[in-house]
């Protein structure tokens, strides 16, 4: 009779129900699955049948057949009932004879905790409907699944966790009943750290949230300072008020169920696909620690795009820290009920604004709900990371020594794009064009964008960064000093970077605009893009960095039809390339994963122009000398891979031979010979940079800014004169950031009227430069200079 109840609940459930599986990756496919609910639920249990039924996962209703072990189910409920305590009177049965099984029974069984929400809700919501129609920590009953099924029947999800090994949880000499006492304890708080890690913490009403930030001891001290100087303490409190109202994010799931609807339909429109990696991870440290997502910034649809697929991954939406520029009318309440909290790009002059945000964000870190915001402030122009913006970094260290339940891990996430959608604002950006304040109309006026096509993205999550570990390695008890938060910065940024993938498009810039006219014949074209490929698989055999698979034909066909690519049918062949402004757009996507062949670049250039064999030696030196400034540059490890794993990947590459103790390029006239020098362009025009500032230091006396400002202005002027058509080339924070990074090396330092002095080593860097440099460049910064 029960199976008879069941198969008729079941078919009518399924005509209702949508349900999605999120953690299916968890399963494992050779062994013994046992499924774990937190109790018993027939609805629930129906959910997981049919989710496991369409990923062709075995039956939780399927037996359990095993030498020793005969089970007519292969599914247990922790607990009798929803709101039931958990006694060894009600401990599973089923659970209690698998624990007191044979050895070699537990070693082949696996148990997977399974959690069902019903709806996802964020915060406390103010309409009956989102009650009854959402999942948060109160227990969701009969009638609110009846209501889910009615109302919100695509918005069930099923999720299945890290499975628990019983052979490892059950040890050889346990007594039975400690044995399964302690693996309920074990079940109980993975399912608890599931919904956790799904629904985030059980906020309060936001409304008391703002006024704990407004009342709490930072903010009142702040005020009182202003009183001291006069100001008035009503409307200082005023303030307060308007700023914590105007700052909060005011997450509601009916927003966020209707924008994740929207959104899929927006990306199924636009993109051929999103992959995602990296996400296996999280949950485990979720468990321990609180998330703060450190994406790249390289469009508006970053935070879109994470926030999207967090969320039918079965993972806490985070709080994201957004720009008051996006506080516009409409755009601005969706945003905020979407997750976005906001501030200001300064918080210079106002102090009460700076402790209600700061008190703001560390109310969120204590009640454990995962944070976003963007290292580099702003969204990059030029393709490559920007230097990163310590604000937000320096508040959550603060926070963390200020004391938290859990502590912060910083979790680096990279974005890559075939095609950007901000493509033609950065296109006029790059050549001169002042930025553009957004605006309300900006929505309606991207409407088009559905036209078109902008091919796949590839979000990639990094390793965490745990920042109490961090901070017991610094050795930080009270405060990080400034130079501490910049190197925590860097290791962030060097996170995303390391996670990259070069995509098709990333190939063909990578390729193309090495060429003098950014244009290339086809089939030299297609043996770079050849080569580029098994480089890029030599150098990161661990799969940290990615490169497409695809035939180098596809990869070409695949980017002109994203019209990133023209072609040009000549006599003598096909030629392919670049106008000259859309080469200007296409260095952005070059820009994206240059870092990814820095050092192989790197050693092109010290060897392609020599006549005669360079000891290895003294190439390693080279490198070690020079490439920890390109890897400041690009936001990379600053110490070199293992240098003769990169030259051995280049000598079966053919690029370079290695004989004895000496390395030395192909013959001149040779096909490996041009591949060489396309590879050794990629970083040229960085060492040029360098170069010209190098050429000012030792031929002239400068003040810091003299020397950026002359040695921008040569730049500009090879640029003009030479077609370098690389807005990077004449960066003033490019300039700025290796001015610094000599002075930190020792290579300069200040007199005390504030000239330049320099080392004695910067002359053999200049003589060594001749047959690195190409010398229309040196012929070009000595005129400069005349």
Do not use: M
């Given at each position: 009779m029960k199976a008879i109840l069941y198969r008729a609940n079941r078919s009518i459930v399924r005509i209702f129900a949508r349900p999605t599986l999120t953690g299916a990756d968890n399963i494992p496919e050779d062994a013994e699955i046992v499924y774990v609910l937190h109790h018993r639920s027939v609805t629930n249990l129906i959910m997981l049948d049919l989710v496991c039924s369409a990923h062709n996962l075995p039956s939780p209703l399927a037996p359990l057949d095993l030498p020793g072990c005969q089970e007519s189910r292969r599914f247990f409920a922790l607990l009798r009932s929803a709101g039931g305590r958990m006694t060894m009177k009600d401990l599973s049965e089923r659970m209690t004879r698998l624990v007191t099984s044979d050895t070699a029974v537990r070693e082949k069984v696996v148990l997977v905790p399974v959690s069902v929400f019903w709806g996802r809700a964020m915060s406390t919501q103010n309409s009956l409907l989102s009650v009854l129609t959402s999942e948060y920590w109160a227990v969701t009953g009969r009638f609110k699944r009846f209501i889910n099924l009615v109302m919100s029947r695509k918005n069930i999800f099923v999720h299945t966790g890290r499975p628990i090994s019983l052979?490892?949880?059950?040890?050889?000499?346990?007594?039975?009943?400690?044995?399964?006492?302690?693996?309920?304890?074990?079940?109980?708080?993975?399912?608890?750290?599931?919904?956790?890690?799904?629904?985030?913490?059980?906020?309060?009403?936001?409304r008391t949230l703002l006024s704990q930030v407004v009342n709490s001891r930072g903010v009142q001290r702040a005020i009182d300072a202003e009183v001291a100087s006069g100001g008035d303490e009503k409307k200082l409190k005023r303030a307060a008020r308007k700023h914590a109202r105007t700052i909060a994010s005011d997450m509601a799931y009916p927003t966020i169920r209707i924008l994740s609807g929207l959104l899929r339909r927006f990306w199924n429109r636009i993109y051929d696909g999103i992959d995602a990696s990296g996400l296996d991870h999280l949950e485990d440290i979720s468990a321990t620690h609180t998330l703060v997502y450190t994406p790249s910034h390289r469009s508006h649809l970053d935070y879109l795009l994470l926030s999207y697929i967090l969320y039918y991954r079965g993972f806490m939406i985070p709080h994201i820290a957004a720009g008051d520029n996006l506080n516009l009318p409409i755009l601005g309440s969706i945003l905020r009920r979407g997750g976005a909290f906001f501030m200001r790009r300064s918080f210079r002059g106002d102090p009460v604004y700076s402790a209600v945000f700061d008190e703001y964000l560390y109310q969120v870190y204590r009640r454990g709900h995962c944070v976003e915001f963007f290292p580099e402030g702003g969204r990059t122009r030029t393709g490559r990371l920007l230097p990163p913006r310590l604000g937000l970094l320096k508040m959550s260290i603060d926070h963390q020594i200020r004391g938290l339940p859990k502590p912060l891990a910083f979790v680096p996430v990279y974005f890559g794009y075939e095609k950007v959608v901000e493509g033609s604002s950065y296109l006029s950006e790059l050549r001169g064009a002042d930025k553009e304040a957004e605006r309300v109309s900006d929505v309606f006026k991207n409407l088009k964008l559905i036209r078109q096509n902008f091919g796949r993205v590839n979000v990639r999550i990094g390793k965490p960064i745990k920042l109490?570990?961090?901070?017991?390695?610094?050795?930080?008890?009270?405060?990080?000093?400034?130079?501490?938060?910049?190197?925590?910065?860097?290791?962030?940024?060097?996170?995303?970077?390391?996670?990259?993938?070069?995509?098709?498009?990333?190939?063909?810039a990578l390729t193309t605009l090495a060429a003098p006219n950014s244009a290339l014949e086809e089939q030299q074209v297609l043996t770079q893009i050849e080569l580029y490929q098994?480089?890029?698989?030599?150098?990161?055999?661990?799969?940290?960095?990615?490169?497409?698979?695809?035939?180098?034909?596809?990869?070409?066909?695949?980017?002109?039809?994203?019209?990133?690519?023209?072609?040009?049918?000549?006599s003598f062949g096909d030629v392919l390339g670049h106008e000259p402004f859309p080469a200007v757009l296409m260095t952005w996507y070059k820009n994206n994963t240059i870092h990814t062949l820095a050092l192989p670049s790197l050693?092109?250039?010290?060897?392609?122009?020599r006549r005669r064999p360079l000891r290895f030696d003294l190439l390693r030196g080279m490198v070690e000398r020079v490439f920890p400034y390109l890897a400041s540059e690009l936001s990379i490890q600053p110490s070199p891979m293992h240098l003769d794993t990169c030259v051995a990947v280049l000598e079966s590459a053919g690029l370079l031979q290695k004989q004895d103790a000496y390395v030395c390029a192909p013959k001149a006239d040779s096909q490996a010979h041009l591949q060489l020098s396309l590879l050794a362009r990629l970083v040229s025009q960085t060492l040029e940079r360098m170069y010209i500032v190098i050429r000012h230091v030792t031929h002239g006396c400068h003040t810091r800014d003299e020397l950026r400002t002359s040695s921008q202005l040569s730049a500009q002027r090879m640029s003009r004169i030479y077609g370098i058509n690389a807005p990077e080339f004449s960066d003033r924070h490019l300039f700025d950031a290796f001015i610094d990074a000599l002075e930190h090396n020792g290579i300069i330092h200040y007199q005390p009227d504030g000239m330049i002095h320099y080392d004695p080593v910067l002359g053999q860097v200049l003589k060594a430069a001749e047959l690195v440099i190409d010398p229309d460049v040196r012929h070009g910064v000595l005129t400069s200079q005349s």
């Open positions: 052979g490892e949880v059950v040890r050889e000499d346990d007594d039975p009943s400690i044995a399964a006492r302690r693996t309920a304890r074990l079940l109980r708080v993975r399912l608890r750290l599931q919904r956790v890690t799904a629904l985030g913490p059980d906020f309060s009403h936001r109490d570990e961090w901070l017991a390695q610094e050795g930080i008890e009270t405060e990080a000093e400034e130079h501490q938060l910049a190197e925590l910065g860097k290791q962030i940024l060097s996170g995303i970077n390391t996670q990259a993938h070069v995509n098709p498009v990333n190939l063909v098994q480089i890029l698989h030599g150098l990161y055999p661990d799969g940290s960095i990615t490169v497409s698979e695809e035939r180098p034909t596809a990869i070409v066909d695949h980017v002109e039809a994203l019209g990133l690519l023209t072609r040009y049918e000549e050693i092109a250039c010290f060897i392609v122009r």
